[in-house]
């Protein structure tokens, strides 16, 4: 996803199935971003990861649903287990239908930006597992952890992507 992210920043003028053209600039300009083709591969990307997090959602929460039911009946507190699974598969599903925006990120050329979005939901996430555990919240502590490390990363790598594509596309200031 990065690399054929690159094709229309780097100005291409279509997405080949193989190889790449040259980008067409003028004399010896540099080529420009090519705004209407990376955003239709935002808007198909989206469409392909929305429907891949909704089968993958469905089926983890009927068959998973089903086996973790199984699974926890004999412990002495099953309803929390089961409270764990949902949120978990609500993480799930919001990792997989967002997990597009640090691909995109990476191919802009904003690699290290990427990483260091990653790593502030990873700090998100080990503070609400050590904050959760310290509280009392048990397994509900790392599956929270979980869903708001997908949900920060996830949105701060959108954000970042977003902000860099209109900040470029309208020119300076």
């Given at each position: 996803?990065?690399?054929?992210?690159?094709?229309?920043?780097?100005?291409?003028?279509?997405?080949?199935?193989?190889?790449?053209?040259?980008?067409?600039?003028?004399?010896?300009?540099?080529?420009?971003?090519?705004?209407?083709?990376?955003?239709d591969?935002?808007?198909?990307?989206?469409?392909?990861?929305?429907?891949?997090?909704?089968?993958?959602?469905?089926?983890?929460?009927?068959?998973?649903?089903?086996?973790?039911?199984?699974?926890?009946?004999?412990?002495?507190?099953?309803?929390?287990?089961?409270?764990?699974w949902?949120?978990?598969?609500?993480?799930?599903?919001?990792?997989?239908?967002?997990?597009?925006?640090?691909?995109l990120?990476?191919?802009?050329?904003?690699?290290?930006?990427?990483?260091q979005?990653?790593?502030?939901?990873?700090?998100?996430?080990?503070?609400?597992?050590?904050?959760?555990?310290?509280?009392?919240?048990?397994?509900?502590a790392?599956?929270?952890?979980?869903?708001?490390?997908?949900?920060?990363?996830?949105?701060?790598?959108?954000?970042k992507?977003?902000?860099?594509?209109?900040?470029?596309?309208?020119?300076?200031?």
């Open positions: 996803m990065s690399r054929v992210t690159a094709y229309p920043w780097a100005g291409a003028a279509e997405i080949q199935a193989t190889g790449v053209q040259p980008a067409r600039a003028p004399h010896d300009a540099l080529p420009t971003p090519n705004y209407r083709l990376l955003a591969l935002v808007k198909t990307m989206q469409l392909y990861y929305r429907g891949i997090g909704l089968v993958v959602t469905v089926l983890m929460g009927v068959f998973g649903t089903l086996w973790i039911m199984h699974k926890a009946q004999g412990l002495p507190n099953p309803h929390a287990v089961l409270w764990a949902l949120l978990f598969l609500a993480g799930i599903f919001v990792n997989i239908t967002s997990g597009m925006w640090h691909p990120l990476s191919g802009i050329n904003e690699v290290r930006l990427n990483q979005v990653f790593v502030c939901g990873l700090v998100v996430n080990y503070l609400t597992m050590i904050i959760g555990l310290l509280l009392g919240a048990g397994l509900l790392p599956v929270a952890g979980f869903f708001l490390m997908g949900a920060v990363s996830r949105s701060g790598a959108r954000w992507f977003n902000q860099f594509t209109r900040a470029k596309e309208s020119g300076p200031n």
